[in-house]
């Protein structure tokens, strides 16, 4: 039984016990008997409701605590990786919940529409299976052949999806960049290979040099 059901049951006990007390039969000679048991009725009944109210808070704590535990949390991180002779994109999926989770499903949302645009082979940064399974803090960066995009398609967030159609969505400068590079038919950038080039760095920043150059 949840601690909050306890605390309000005890409570309700112990009023309806001290309701049944202070009612008992008194005489005139008894009054100052009964003005005590309802002194002490009163103070049983106060620190009965101050326990059930405790009983109450601890038990919707604990209610919190397991929905939160329940949860799934993974944090998207969309952003550009670089190299010699080498510009890409991935999306970094990292797993705080506190249980294993397989995220099948990993893209770009749409935006103004419902659509989801999914990377259909996607390529793992340390070369591993797909779909993939993440355990508790663990990570996985996802690139994607940008020459795969739509031309001319407005980018939303970035998504993964776990197969039981958990989804949790972000957003960087990196992609924000992207999005308008797409948008605008401007992104120029060398094919994706299927294996990453040794020396890669991440950024989530704005990379300047992808801009168009004016003139």
Known sequence: MRGWVRGALALAAVVAA???????????????EASTRETITLWVAIFGAFTGGIGAVLGVYNALVARDARKVRLKIVPGWSLGPGFIGFSIEVVNHSSFGVTVDQIGFLERGSKRTI????????DGGEWPRKLG??????????????????????AFAQTVSDERRTGTTAALQQLTRLVRSGAL???????????????????????????G
């Open 118 to 125: 999914t990377i259909a082979r996607p390529i793992l940064g």
């Open 18 to 32: 001290g309701q049944a007390w202070a009612q008992g039969t008194t005489t005139p000679g008894a009054a100052v």
């Open 136 to 157: 508790p803090q663990e990570a996985v960066n996802v690139y994607l052949d940008l020459h795969s995009l739509p031309e001319g398609i407005h980018l939303g967030e």
């Open 188 to 214: 120029d950038v060398p094919p994706q290979p299927r294996f990453m080039p040794p020396g890669v760095i991440r950024t989530t920043n704005v990379v300047p040099e992808l801009e168009p150059r004016e």
